[in-house]
């Protein structure tokens, strides 16, 4: 079980990504009126970067991305990537196993990586599969959406505290409630229920659940 000392240092790493891959802090994302990208998708994006590192090479783009205002892209690597040892060893490769499997690929990670193709698509996937475990079940919604509502009175506020001051402020207790109810996220780094955590909060249950409805996963729809 992650304890309040990994989500911090996830929120941490995750603001540290955030910063190189859009050139501002995950505060500024939210809170930067210039912003014209929904934050909540370049948060998921810096999800999906973490899904792909393994399999995928970062290359500096000349202007930022129009769809995300990223300045890196990260170009897919071909099959014999995912026969490497080291890299069927990561954890982002056990976690394209389990959604490959559950996606009707098999075992197939690669397919549904080239399917993905983009950083979003990667998150689309294991958006989905944790909206499949929170949003069907009207019980197991409703304590997630208290887990929302309890953060919120804990303080937790990414827009007015550094990521460093946000688990101590609540940041654990929807981090917690999301482990608990969607078992795929037992293959993640604290990075990845960093992110989750503040889409999650950031939008609240019934639009993360509506999102992830609506949410295209292939590269050509994810564009």
Known sequence: MMDEKELQQGFITLN???KAEYHKSLEQL???PTNTIDPSLQVGRLIGVMMKEPF???QDLPFPSTFTAAYRGWNLLGRERFDDPRVKASWQYQLLQQLAAAEGFGNDSYSLADVAHLERGFFGYLG?????YICGDP???GEV???VDDTRKAGFNISL???EAAVGTG??????????HAPILGFVGAPVIAGLVLVVYRIGVDAFCEWMQQYQVDAESAR
């Open 171 to 180: 940041g654990m207790i929807l981090g917690a409630a999301l482990i608990q």
């Open 139 to 141: 019980k197991i919604r």
């Open 16 to 18: 540290n990504l955030a």
């Open 30 to 32: 939210q809170t930067d």
């Open 161 to 163: 505290q550094s990521p």
């Open 128 to 132: 989905r599969s944790v909206a499949g």
């Open 56 to 58: 995928a090479e970062p």
């Open 145 to 147: 959406e208290k887990a």
